[in-house]
């Protein structure tokens, strides 16, 4: 059973571009978590969804951010006209039902 | 507002020798404890969890034991290996299946 796959592994974008995550979560899991970690920081919640809907999106900023798990497909995580303050690391994991498990990460350097 | 501290950014320890590692919170709304353990470059990896009902969990080198009045949680690892070193972090969530909430993080080194 292979793990949570994140893609790509890294990201560089120049400000004001588009950056796209996607992320498959382990075989038979529903449940899916975005986290992002700035440098010299834990990982901080953005949001959950399960199939086709967000559950809790508390974690996400207001603005430019949006996140989608499709009935066939990864999860995907958009973030729009992007700026460097969204240079970090981003972390999916995925959940059966309760332990998370977490993928290598996507990391995103904004220039 | 940080709900979950680690207040050691690092420890270092020698091999063979006992590892404790702490944590405290302040939401008491938070009844599910985990440990986590990350390489560089690499996602974290689940050690080891507690629930509120609990005082202690115990999972091989780990045990995880939990004060609850005191809001506070600490991982021992008994004996200490190189291989366990790696940044631990201490998350926590109200229920099981639930957004964490994690601290900074601790970086372990086990000397040879």
Known sequence: ??????????????????????CSPMKGHSHV?????????????????????IIDESGMPKERF?????????????????????SAAYFCASSPLDEQFFGPGTRLTVL | DQQVKQNSPSLSVQEGRISILNCDYTNS?????LWYKKYP??????????????????????????NKSAKHLSLHI??????????????????????LTF???????VNP
């Open chain 2, 78 to 99: 008994v004996p200490s290996q190189p291989g366990d070193s790696a940044v631990y972090f201490c998350a926590a969530s109200k229920g099981s299946n639930y957004k």
């Open chain 1, 66 to 86: 949006s996140a989608e798990f499709p009935k066939e497909g990864p999860s995907i995580l958009r973030i729009q006209q992007v700026v460097r303050g969204d």
């Open chain 2, 41 to 66: 470059a690499e996602g974290p990896t689940f050690l080891i969890s507690i629930s509120s009902i609990k005082d202690k969990n115990e999972d091989g080198r780990f045990t995880v034991f939990l």
């Open chain 1, 33 to 53: 978590y975005w986290y992002r970690q700035l440098p010299e920081e834990g990982l901080k919640f953005m949001v959950y969804l399960q199939k086709e809907n």
């Open chain 1, 1 to 22: 059973n292979a793990g949570v796959m994140q893609n790509p592994r890294h990201l560089v974008r120049r400000r004001g571009q588009e950056a796209r995550l996607r």
């Open chain 2, 103 to 109: 601290g900074k993080g601790t970086l372990l080194t």
């Open chain 2, 29 to 33: 709304m938070f009844d599910y404890f």
